[in-house]
């Protein structure tokens, strides 16, 4: 059993990729710049970005909190 179904609050969202990144550049931030920011793994923001958009529900809180966004502004279909 995974760790997602013994605990439902781990759920993952699909991420709105090109919004992550544009958001990103904007604050002229690489990867490994954001994800020392929040506190993740270079390799979480990557894998992100590079064709694996779902993550954690607290994942995308910390990105989010770094971009000065809300987390729902960062979820597909969000808005």
């Given at each position: ?47 992100i ?18 971009l000065?966004?809300?987390?729902r ?7």
């Amino acid at each position: 059993m995974t760790i997602e179904k013994r605990c439902p609050t781990l759920q993952e969202m699909e991420v709105d990729v090109k919004k992550l990144k544009r958001l990103r550049e904007d604050k002229v931030l690489s990867q490994r710049e954001l994800a020392r920011m929040a506190g993740l793994a270079y390799g979480t923001v990557w894998r992100i970005e590079n064709g694996h958009p779902e993550a954690r529900t607290s994942t995308i809180r910390k990105i989010a909190g770094v971009l000065g966004v809300a987390p729902r502004e960062l979820v597909k279909g969000g808005e």
